[in-house]
């Protein structure tokens, strides 16, 4: 089957011939000097190009034909996005306008950004603001921060995130993150799951960094939940989960205890076995764990499995993932079973030959089995 037939799904599609002529149509409304032939003359090669190519090539050709000013230009896209008749990825050209071409104006380059970022996104958008004016542009968002719209708010944080996904890395805020703590202040008792989420995955950006920083913040933040009481414990629980998950794969003994958990544990690992030792790309790796207390206590307990993938080079490559998060109760026992997918996927290349699996509990790893992958 050829490339183009498997990736007619692809992102990179939706930004085609057609929607050229539905920006084109809508900008005409508010700027009826638009060269709409132009524009689509301009752009008419997408089908040539990759995703992130086609949105810039759609970006450069309207710069080209709408009004050369850019305070004026920047009223006719606003115009045309509080329509809300594009939505989604549509709107990506004109956050990377934006982006490119308001570098100068700032201060209307960010109102405009709060309008782009309710229809899709803006947290790429901002970040050349956040580079080249980070003390004005950080004011900003702190404000937004406190703004009754959740896409705005949401945006404050995703937007300063050191390591957003598609987006460029902030090295400010990956040296230094006490920059972004007063945004993750603002919102970390936001009622929008929505927006928390975003706040514990900012934090687990920074843990890549400064695991301690994150570690204090959060035993702040469980203080302070306490002593406003409500569902503050609850938010500031769900919050501190999700922005460890790296640490707590990791082992990491502080962030296991801000989750209630001992790193290490009295257990035993008494049963272990593989259903196929091998098996061919695309089948199901099936194996099965027996578990037993060794201790008169309960136990909180957070359960991974370790696969260490073979690379080119015929080194090992670990990947961690979640098994069970649980309560053993004292000399209890458990048999966890589990099918994982081994199959092709964009972000992991296989090579054949001896993998292993490992099982890891609260942090330690207790045993381990081999397994042969064919392709």
Same mark, same amino acid.
């Given at each position: 089957m050829s490339e183009s037939v498997e990736n007619q799904n692809a992102f990179k599609h939706a930004f085609n011939h057609a929607l050229l002529q539905d920006i084109a149509s809508?900008?005409?409304?508010?700027?009826?000097?638009?060269?709409?032939?132009?524009?689509?003359? #301009?752009?008419?090669?997408?089908? #040539?190009?990759?995703? #992130?190519?086609?949105?810039?090539?759609?970006?450069?050709?309207?710069?080209?034909?709408?009004?050369?000013?850019?305070?004026?230009?920047?009223?006719? =896209?606003?115009?045309?996005?509080?329509?809300?008749?594009?939505?989604?990825?549509?709107?990506?050209p004109f956050a990377e306008f934006i982006q490119v071409y308001g570098l100068n104006h700032p201060e209307i380059s960010l109102e405009a950004l709060k309008v782009v970022t309710v229809c899709f996104t803006a947290e %790429?958008?901002?970040?050349?603001?956040?580079?080249?004016?980070?003390?004005?542009?950080?004011?900003f968002l702190l404000k937004c921060a406190q703004d009754e719209s959740v896409d705005i708010r949401r945006w404050a944080s995703e937007g300063t995130r050191p390591r957003v996904p598609w987006g460029e890395k902030l090295h400010l805020f990956i040296e230094d993150p006490a920059g972004t703590t007063a945004i993750l202040d603002a919102l970390k008792f936001d009622p929008e799951l929505y927006v928390r989420k975003s706040v514990?995955?900012?934090?687990?950006?920074?843990?890549?960094?400064?695991?301690?920083?994150?570690?204090?913040?959060?035993?702040? %933040?469980?203080?302070?939940?306490?002593?406003?009481?409500?569902?503050?414990?609850?938010? =500031?629980?769900?919050?501190?989960?999700?922005?460890?998950?790296?640490?707590?794969?990791?082992?990491?003994?502080?962030?296991?205890?801000l989750i209630g958990?001992?790193?290490?544990?009295?257990?035993?690992?008494?049963?272990?076995?593989?259903?196929?030792?091998?098996?061919?790309?695309?089948?199901?790796?099936?194996?099965?764990?027996g578990l037993r207390s060794t201790s008169g206590a309960p136990q909180s307990l957070v359960v991974d499995y370790v696969l260490h993938f073979m690379k080119a080079n015929g080194s090992p490559a670990p990947k961690v993932f979640k098994l069970r998060v649980f309560e053993l109760p004292a000399n209890g026992t458990v048999t966890i079973e589990k099918k994982h997918a081994v199959k092709k996927i964009t972000t992991r290349q296989y090579y054949p030959g001896v993998q292993r699996i490992e099982i890891q509990v609260n942090g330690k790893v207790l045993g381990g089995e081999e397994w042969e992958l064919d392709l």
């Open positions: 809508l900008i005409a409304r508010h700027y009826p000097a638009f060269n709409a032939e132009a524009f689509l003359n #301009k752009a008419q090669d997408l089908d #040539k190009l990759e995703m #992130k190519a086609r949105v810039q090539a759609i970006r450069d050709a309207l710069a080209a034909e709408l009004p050369q000013d850019y305070p004026t230009a920047l009223g006719v =896209v606003v115009a045309v996005l509080k329509e809300h008749k594009l939505r989604g990825f549509a709107v990506w %790429w958008a901002v970040r050349p603001f956040i580079k080249q004016n980070p003390e004005e542009t950080m004011h514990a995955n900012h934090l687990n950006d920074i843990t890549k960094d400064h695991p301690d920083y994150v570690i204090r913040l959060l035993q702040r %933040w469980q203080q302070q939940a306490k002593l406003s009481g409500g569902d503050d414990v609850k938010k =500031v629980a769900w919050i501190t989960r999700h922005s460890l998950r790296t640490l707590i794969k990791n082992g990491h003994p502080d962030a296991l205890a958990v001992q790193h290490g544990a009295d257990v035993a690992l008494d049963a272990f076995s593989i259903k196929q030792k091998t098996i061919t790309l695309g089948e199901n790796l099936e194996f099965k764990i």
